[in-house]
């Protein structure tokens, strides 16, 4: 039992978050991508996302492994990510830290997903049953790339909140 569920329940609530946190996370970057903030799939996110991260260090384990890991660098993240967002509303430098921790997030939140594909999954356990051979190193070779060049164009697209340019009249008035 975990929180009053039994494991196989919880497990399923686990990766219901996740799977909702990396749906609303390709729906927020795209609005980063696009410069528009979506507040409630980036909220959505967000929450899912920071849910999922710590409910990964209720399930058992009898040592501290890389999933923990995992985890921790993700919930380090947040740590910049909520308070760039939600306390200093994006300003100055503020924006770029947001747009690299939400992606960052999306990442590990992503990379964990491959794992557990490459675990679960039939068809893509045989070709990597350890989870260290070349197809699975491929995937998270890809994902990781795909993630470098979504993040790079989403620091440039992203600003949200720069202020119109003020018209001759607006200026003059002032």
Known sequence: MILGMSTAAFTLFHVILSLIGIAAGFVAVAGMLTARQLPGWTGLFLATTVATSVTGFFFHSASFGAPHVVGVI?????????????????????????????????????????????????????????????????????????????????????????????????????
Request: aromatic share 12%; glycine share 6%; no cysteine.
């Open 74 to 174: 993700s919930l380090v993240v947040f740590a910049a990510t909520l308070p760039a967002l939600y306390v200093y509303r994006l300003a100055g430098s503020w924006r770029w830290i947001y747009v690299v921790g939400a992606i960052v997030s999306l990442y590990l939140n992503t990379f964990v997903g491959v794992v557990q594909a490459f675990q679960k999954i039939p068809l893509l356990h045989q070709f990597a049953p350890l989870g260290t051979e070349p197809p699975f190193a491929i995937a998270q070779g890809i994902v990781l790339v795909a993630f470098i060049g979504i993040g790079i164009r989403a620091v440039k697209k992203f600003h949200p909140l720069q202020p119109a340019p003020a018209t001759s009249a607006q200026a003059t008035s002032r």
